[in-house]
């Protein structure tokens, strides 16, 4: 895969209150991902962006919510996020870049 595909696999962070305590513990970050992306993928994509060694990739499929809009039933898109636990000594830090 080039490096621009690479780019499309990494959706974002997924901030919640589980993924910033298992960041704290046990150096796992979560990010949503692209729904196609394999465990491969998702670890080049992470150590080309951050220039981090990633020890380990777990990816989980969400299912979208059943949503009522008036009348109406809906559903959100399926989505897909990975947890990455980093190596030993290495660190992700998304505020950093921010001030």
């Known amino acids: ?7 499309k696999v990494i959706l974002g962070p997924h901030v919640s209150e589980k993924s910033t305590m298992m960041a704290e513990d046990s ?4 990010f949503k991902v692209s729904v196609d ?7 080049r994509a992470i150590e080309k962006l951050f220039s981090v060694e990633v020890e380990s990739v777990q990816v989980m ?23 990455v636990r980093l190596k030993e000594g290495q660190d992700l830090d998304f505020l950093a870049d921010a001030g």
Not at 1 to 7: A, K, P, Q, R
Not at 27 to 30: G, I, T
Request: charged share 40%; net charge positive; proline share 2%.
């Open 61 to 83: 499929r969400q299912k979208g919510k059943k949503k009522n809009f008036g009348r109406v039933s809906g559903r959100r898109k399926d989505w897909k996020k990975a947890y």
């Open 37 to 43: 992306a394999s465990k491969p993928q998702i670890r």
């Open 1 to 7: 895969m080039s490096d621009s595909g690479l780019f």
């Open 27 to 30: 150096r796992q970050v979560v």
